[in-house]
């Protein structure tokens, strides 16, 4: 299938791009500092630079409009190299040289060369000498993509920066600059592919009018190296075709999903593919049909492989087959393993629960060699304070990469962090994660340093005064919420529906008991934790071999999976020659005093940061204080009941009463959680 569009539709398409280019560079001139311009707060350059290219095309001209607006050097020249060189380093990869004082970019593809532009002014704006360059990048992954949560009436679940940035009702006709906008961003980090809607899909996502609609995001996508994929709802036949039944094995079925990709293709020639939940909280799927995961996700792949389109399949299931929640995954995919066609793709997420401020990885990976896979990561902060706390997950990520090579896997996901706030993503740090998600999809080696470093240069400032302590602050932070929500390895302790807060002690007559916290933290007299070794669940046996061994014994596992594996006993002797109780105490007061810590260097940021965002801030850094005196509060108050046991010294005095905390309610799902406001005697 050819990819070229008729010359004249083209001709609309680049001076549609350009006529955005240019309203978004006169734009940010005279922008505020509202964190509208995320990363890129390129200056205009008044002089016109040198910048050579031979040729033209839509990408390219993003490249070298880039170059010629923002690159403040001498000449820089950018070529097309089918080299062996440049061949070894695929169609994204390319290298940045210096001849003779032209810098030359070089690369296979122009999406390479797109790449080498964005670097190359990275290296600019965070103050880094490029008089001698010789840079070859390749990324690690093909597809690195955004996964939005967004819904058609133009919420977005689990967003927390404001509604969806599709405006379904203005589109195709009304197209806001903000498209524009986002696709220079993920372009600049390497992102190359965006799934527009939620993995909980409505199946009006693929009637014709909504396509039109696609189609437009994907035609002002395009020159940024960017895909459009979708999320389908696997009753898709039914509900919007009308047939009597989706089972995959149907002919009506599959001919019905052939008919749609073709649709789907005539309309946007390099439409990505598809993205599935199937079976998995409520949603339809092949085993509705008593077909497997496989037979469904390979029907829809038969009809997408003509186009060159995937079928990312995802993993994220936990139907009562065990009871251990964390099993269930492993058990309903394993057997599946190479069962699946080459063009689907698993996607499984990092940890086998549900995206938790700590988890150990997910068993899957590793467990199917016969089978590709790609990771899930979750950039949006469902489970790690929403938009008002900072928390920088590249830390997190690259834990996860710490157990097996990045390269066993084909692509990363990252579900997107992005709404319509004015500074996209809420608190101007969580742009940060949409940053790190980007950088480490094309290089999962880059170390989180590095990454935060770049980011707040070129984000606030290079000053050195600014850039160290925000970056000491950055990435302490993940490690403090984890301290004063879920230390030592317990999980999914949250409020019921909004994942916000705490509620350890939930209770919902009738609700599923894997939806309930008690399911997870196990407390009573004698302990805490989860019994996974081979006393209990035994979903230590789900890992290798030597791994088992080390989470399964008391003695060996980490202290930071210890509840994750084992139901500990109160008075048991931690490393720290603590009792578990005194660690636990410990644990939560040190997050506290973490973010205690991060709220008064940033009060000393103030002259390194413009007033509008240092406000903005403090203000989300002050919730984030009171906050973690809640978490902080009602796990200890809680977990206390169980324990008996009296709170050591330099602990400080609960603020709350457990009574008054069972009291809190938030507004579920509420979109700024206030919860400051609605705590007792809470801090605004
Ligand atoms: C979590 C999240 C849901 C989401 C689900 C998923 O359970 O709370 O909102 O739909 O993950 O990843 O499918």
């Known amino acids: ?21 240019f309203i978004y560079v006169a734009a940010i001139s005279s922008k505020a500092e509202d964190g509208s311009r995320l990363w890129l707060r390129y200056d205009t350059v008044n002089t016109v630079p040198q910048i050579e290219c031979g040729f033209d095309s839509p990408v390219v001209r993003v490249a070298a409009g880039e170059l010629s607006s ?108 903000r498209y524009v906008s986002y696709a220079r ?108 995961h496989a037979e469904g996700a390979n029907m829809l792949a038969s009809a997408l492989k003509p186009y060159g389109g995937i079928v990312m399949w995802r993993a994220f299931v936990y139907s009562p087959t065990d009871d251990d929640r964390a099993k269930q995954a492993y058990l309903e995919f394993k057997p599946l393993d190479g069962k699946f066609l080459d063009n689907v793709i698993v996607q499984v997420k990092n940890g086998p629960i549900d995206f938790q401020p700590r988890e150990p990885y997910s068993p899957l990976f590793g467990a199917m060699p016969h089978t590709q896979l790609m990771v899930e990561f979750q950039v949006t902060q469902e489970y790690l304070g929403h938009s008002n706390h900072l928390a920088y997950l590249a830390p997190m990520w690259k834990e996860f990469y710490s157990y097996f090579s990045p390269s066993c896997l084909r692509a990363a996901a990252g579900v997107a962090n992005i709404g319509d706030d004015t500074n996209w993503c809420g608190h101007d740090f969580a742009q940060s994660n949409w940053y790190a998600f980007g950088r480490l999809a094309w290089n999962p080696e880059l170390s989180s340093e590095d990454i935060a470093r770049e980011w707040l240069a070129q984000t606030f400032t290079t000053d050195e005064k600014f850039v160290s302590p925000m970056e000491d602050v950055m990435i302490k932070s993940r490690e403090a919420v984890v301290d004063y929500m879920m230390p030592l390895g317990l999980h999914h302790i949250f409020a019921w529906g909004h994942h916000y807060g705490p509620e350890p002690w939930c209770e919902i007559p009738g609700a ?8 997870y933290h196990q407390a009573d007299r004698t302990g805490l934790g989860f ?28 202290e930071e ?29 040190r997050g506290l005093d973490s973010v205690r810590g991060f709220r008064s260097v940033w009060e000393d940021m103030s002259p390194y940061v413009d007033a509008e965002r240092h406000a903005a801030v403090s203000h989300r850094m002050d919730i984030q204080v009171s906050d973690a005196i809640w978490w902080k509060d009602a796990c200890l108050e809680y977990f206390r009941t169980f324990s008996r046991m009296k709170y050591p010294k330099g602990i400080d005095k609960p603020v709350h009463s457990l009574k008054e905390l069972k009291k809190v309610r938030l507004p579920i799902d509420n979109y700024t959680c206030p919860a400051a406001d609605m705590l007792p005697g809470g801090v605004k």
């Open 531 to 558: 019994d996974r070794t081979e006393t209990g669940s035994n979903a230590v046996s789900q890992y290798p071999d030597s791994l088992a061994a080390v989470f399964g014994s008391l003695e060996s596992c980490p």
């Open 512 to 519: 599923r008991p894997d939806w309930l916290p008690a399911y």
């Open 70 to 177: 923002f690159w403040k050097g001498g000449k820089v020249s950018l070529q097309l190299m089918a080299d062996s060189k440049h061949y070894s380093l695929g169609n994204d990869g390319y290298t940045i040289t210096t001849h003779n004082g032209v810098i030359c970019l070089g690369s296979l593809s122009e999406k390479g060369l797109l790449y080498a532009a964005y670097h190359l002014l990275r290296l600019q704006e965070c103050g880094i000498d490029c008089s001698r360059l010789d840079i070859s990048e390749k990324p690690v992954y093909d597809i690195r993509i955004l996964n939005h949560w967004d819904n058609p009436d133009g919420t977005i679940e689990r967003g927390y920066a404001g509604r969806s940035l599709w405006k379904w009702d203005e589109l195709p006709s009304v197209i806001s600059p």
């Open 561 to 589: 999976f210890l509840l994750w594996f084992h139901h500990v006993p109160w008075k048991y002797e931690m490393k720290s020659g603590r009792t578990l109780w005194d660690e636990l105490c410990f644990r939560y007061q």
């Open 185 to 292: 961003a993920n372009a600049s980090i390497g992102i190359n592919g965006t799934v527009l809607n939620n993995v909980n899909a409505s199946p009006e996502v693929l009637s014709t009018d909504n396509l039109e609609k696609v189609k437009a995001l994907a035609d002002i996508f395009r020159p940024y190296g960017i895909r459009v994929y979708l999320s389908v709802n696997f009753a898709s036949p039914i509900k919007l075709g009308g047939l009597p039944t989706a089972d995959p094995l149907d002919e009506n079925v599959a001919s019905w999903w052939r008919n749609k990709v073709r649709e789907v293709y005539s309309l946007i020639p390099d439409f990505g593919g598809f993205l599935v939940k199937a079976n998995s909280e409520g949603q339809p799927g092949p085993c509705d049909y008593g077909r497997t």
């Open 1 to 21: 299938m050819s990819a070229s569009l008729e010359p004249g539709i083209e001709k609309l398409m680049i001076k549609r791009i350009l006529l955005g280019l």
